[in-house]
């Protein structure tokens, strides 16, 4: 039974790519076949895992607006589809087209659910679906609430990173109210965590505070390994085992989709 | 003569608001009048100057989309501002109701230059302008770019940071060519630097071939007091004045502004 998770959080910087980049690698290395789908029109998951956009023939933005083109295949989603560095990970990749997505489908039918209906085939093949999502509520952060069963909400810690947590907790209530009954949070994880700073550790305790029983107890650490990996094109696992990022996102791993293993 | 900047990366978690606020308040301790204008729906810059977005009774959202309102009253620019813990430094903040602009502006006339519209009052009354933005290219940046005279870009010293710049740089001679012929590039500044990275020093090198004599010298190392700051509700030269943090943003102050004062 395929289940796709969005990694959401409208704050910029917060961990996003990050998360969903290396929870998608640890789910493939432990023998799942994964779809990871970009839908930041950044395209910082593409870029991290390799994947050179200016080769592609389609991408995201196609499967969400280009209704011509889907009428002459059977499989659009099978079209777009790319191979990764890593086994067993395949990418929708995007492109900076999908910046124009949210103007595209702002007067189309059924705009919200557009991105559920595109990845429904991806339902039978993968086993898990994860999605990265943009600094924003908007129309594809709304999309990709929809196609999601379950929510990952990355949580800097730092003072601004509180700030639109209720915002954001809004948002996904009207979209279970409105658009997808089933979506649930997950949980939250906390990232770039520097266990030196006070900060870090009071922002910590407010989170933990704010979502009681919610929050996951392996904590993403600040370290560098984690920022260089995307340079090389690989998940931190594949770029550094050893590093203190790898095996916090291995322990993530573990804890999220841990009954999964069974 | 009043000149407005734009603070912009579509980049998330880059550095924007910390820029927008240490900027604002360098001029005004130098003894500008300043108006910090938050146009970013998460309101980062209106709660890390400690203004509790719940006691507002106007913001931008009004300014940029009531025209029923506006009507009523000669001055609604002034029945906005208000003023901050720095002597000099006046906010048009920012609540969440803004994120709900884009949409209400969409089908506006004349929707890129609301913003250039109603900050035309504030020309004569401040010395500077700054306007701190969303990480988007959406239409409350491209608002903020057709208002402002020159646009500053902070770049975070890490690998994502320069995969959006090309697109920046599109949108930003798209605005110059249709909408603000005068707008101007002032410089790129580099932030959350941590020299004991080969990373960031790699991605420096690159910004600095990449926008050969634009890079300001002045460059913002990775601070905690930075991120301490904001929970404070004050700039970092209030909040710990000796800081790493609060000398580079002085020193890029003055090197940005550095012939105002003259
Ligand atoms: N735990 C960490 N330690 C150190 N660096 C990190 C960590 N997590 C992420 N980074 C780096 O911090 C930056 C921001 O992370 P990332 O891009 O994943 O955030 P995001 O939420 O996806 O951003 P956006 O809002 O722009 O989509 C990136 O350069 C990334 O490599
Ligand atoms: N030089 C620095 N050293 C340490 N922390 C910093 C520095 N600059 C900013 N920060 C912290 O990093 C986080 C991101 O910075 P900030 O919010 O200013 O970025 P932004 O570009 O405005 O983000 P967004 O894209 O969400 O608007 C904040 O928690 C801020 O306090
Ligand atoms: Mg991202
Ligand atoms: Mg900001």
Redesign the pocket.
Known sequence: MTEAYAIV?QK???????TAINLAAGAARAGQRVLLVDV?P?G?ATSGLGVERGKLDRCMYDLLTDDEWKETTDDPLGDVVVPTSVEGLWLVPATIELAGAELSLAAAIARETKLQQVLEPGRGRYDLIIIDT??SLGLLTINSLAAADAVII?IQCEYYALEGLSQLLRVIKLVQGQINQHLRIAGVVL??FDGRTNLAREVAEEVVAHFPGRVYKSV?????R??EA?SHGLPVVAYDRSST?ARAYQSLYEEVFGDAQA
Do not use: F, S, Y
């Not at 993403?220 to 560098?224: A, E, K, T, Y």
């Open positions: 959080n910029g910087g917060v961990g996003k790519t990050t930041d950044q910082n943009a600094p990355p990232t770039m993403i650490p600040r370290n560098v984690l920022a995307p990022g």
